[in-house]
């Protein structure tokens, strides 16, 4: 059964610090991989999907990155701003089928402070 | 652009109380989601559809019901409300084959 957890459960950084949120999955059958984030009382927001035979993707200030052999993957913010406060959902899609759901981990809550 | 629309965003309901959770999307998209989130958890998924009339359990579907007549329509049924159902629950909607797009939920005590 595919596990998903993130460490640190929540993070406390200064403004303009840079920084890395961290997922891993048991299973490293995986298809995609996405993270997401979620405001206080908010629905969740989809940040940046990586398919199993990519290693990166980058959005901006955001960059993910997908090691599937050792079934970790990594979200970098750079120059962290006060408006990155939030909670950062990590989710894999465990199987290469259309409308398969995503198994979630619980979470990194980030406080950027100024 | 709505997006996805869930509704009511809070309710309060007794014990044995039964009420229907609303979702909508207007992206045509065929694939849907229910999911509940309890405090400090991930999410997870109670029951998903693929396309109008047809419709599969998740991974905690005991205590709810759902129904898909039309594409844009998958409301969510409590029948006998407990108090282990008190929880936020996310719709979401996707093409299948794109990151899904939810709600911004509906929170549920049950009192």
């Known amino acids: 059964k595919q596990e998903v957890t993130q460490i640190p459960a929540a993070l406390s950084v200064p403004e303009g610090e840079n920084l890395v949120l961290n997922c891993s999955f048991t299973?490293?059958?995986?298809?995609?991989l996405q993270w997401f984030r979620q405001d206080p009382g908010k629905g969740l927001t989809s940040l940046l999907l990586?398919?199993?035979?990519?290693r990166e993707q980058t959005s901006g200030r955001l960059n993910a990155s997908l090691d599937k052999s050792s079934g970790r993957s990594t979200l970098y913010i750079a120059a962290s701003q006060p408006g990155d406060s939030a909670t950062y959902l990590c989710?894999?899609?465990?199987?290469?089928?259309?409308?398969?759901?995503?198994?979630f981990g619980k979470g990194t809550t980030l406080s950027v402070s100024s | 652009n709505a997006g996805v629309t869930q509704t009511p965003k809070f309710r309060i309901l007794k014990i044995g109380q039964s009420m229907t959770l609303q979702c909508a999307q207007d992206?045509?998209?065929?694939?849907m989601y229910w999911y509940r989130q309890d405090p400090g958890m991930g999410l997870k998924l109670i029951y998903y559809?693929?396309?109008?009339?047809?419709?599969d359990k998740g991974e905690v579907p005991n205590g709810y019901n759902v129904s898909r007549s039309t594409t844009e329509d998958f409301p969510l049924r409590l029948e006998l409300a407990a108090p282990s159902q008190t929880s936020v629950y996310f719709c979401?909607?996707?093409?299948?084959?794109?990151?899904?797009?939810f709600g911004d939920g509906t929170r549920l005590s049950i009192l």
């Open positions: 979401a909607s996707s093409t299948g084959w794109q990151p899904q797009h």
């Open positions: 299973d490293s059958a995986i298809y995609n």
């Open positions: 989710a894999v899609k465990k199987e290469e089928r259309a409308g398969t759901a995503l198994i």
């Open positions: 992206m045509n998209h065929n694939y």
């Open positions: 990586i398919q199993s035979s990519q």
């Open positions: 559809s693929v396309g109008a009339g047809i419709t």
